[in-house]
């Protein structure tokens, strides 16, 4: 059963701390995306990824926010420094070819404090 | 003008009832649209997609699309109350591999 898989689920942290949330694609698939869910906006685009490649990450608060996939099987979003407004849910997708069609992990709760 | 647009309802169906989920986009030369389904704390799940004008069946699902008019829709047909979620639509930008969200529509399936 080919699933996206995130890691971790549930994150609390103070303002001012490091957020890693990491991300497994499926296998094979050669596009990733990273997403942020709030009430207020909705879902957002962050970044994404085609065969590792970083294509586009305008969506991302550049002076905080850092994205990278260090290799085929692992997609990482940083936060540094976090602070409240970052609170939302973080969803990782992966696709392939083009990336139209997009699978949904399971997502990261983020709560700053 | 925001790139895609969904009624926020809630819309309510009656159990067996046609729901119909409307969306309309700004990008005339978009290509590629797609219709997620997302559970109250859960992540979205890709329902149905389309690429050229006309219909698509799946199911109880059908997904019409107008280009002329900027226009996709989502119908679902007997519906029932685990239909109840919010429905995204979503649409990939010409060129790109950049996929714009609508901020979705929560449908209500009443028993």
């Known amino acids: 059963d080919a699933r996206v898989t995130q890691t971790p689920r549930h994150k609390v942290t103070e303002m001012g701390q490091e957020v890693t949330m990491r991300c497994q694609p499926i296998?094979?698939?050669?596009?990733v995306f990273w997403y942020r869910q709030t009430m207020m906006q909705g879902l957002e685009l962050l970044a994404y990824?085609?065969?590792?490649?970083?294509l586009d990450d305008s969506g991302m608060p550049k002076d905080r926010f850092s994205a990278e996939m260090p290799d085929a099987t692992l997609a990482t979003l940083k936060i540094q420094p976090s602070e409240p407004r970052d609170s939302a849910v973080y969803f990782c997708a992966s696709g392939w070819g083009q990336g139209y069609e997009q699978f949904f992990g399971p997502g990261t709760r983020l709560t700053v404090l | 003008q925001k790139e895609v647009e969904q009624n926020s309802g809630p819309l309510s169906v009656p159990e067996g009832a046609i729901a119909s989920l409307n969306c309309t986009y700004s990008?005339?030369?978009?290509?590629?649209f797609f219709w997620y389904r997302q559970y109250s704390g859960k992540s979205p799940e890709l329902i149905m997609s389309i690429y050229s004008n006309g219909d698509k069946e799946d199911g109880r699902f059908t997904a019409q699309l107008n280009k002329a008019s900027q226009y996709v829709s989502l119908l679902i047909r007997d519906s029932q109350p685990s239909d109840s979620a919010t429905y995204l639509c979503?649409?990939?930008?010409?060129?790109?591999?950049?996929?714009?969200f609508g901020a979705g529509t929560r449908l209500f399936v009443k028993a």
């Open positions: 990008d005339r030369v978009s290509q590629s």
């Open positions: 296998l094979g698939h050669n596009t």
């Open positions: 990824f085609r065969n590792r490649a970083p």
């Open positions: 979503a649409v990939n930008m010409a060129g790109g591999f950049k996929t714009i």
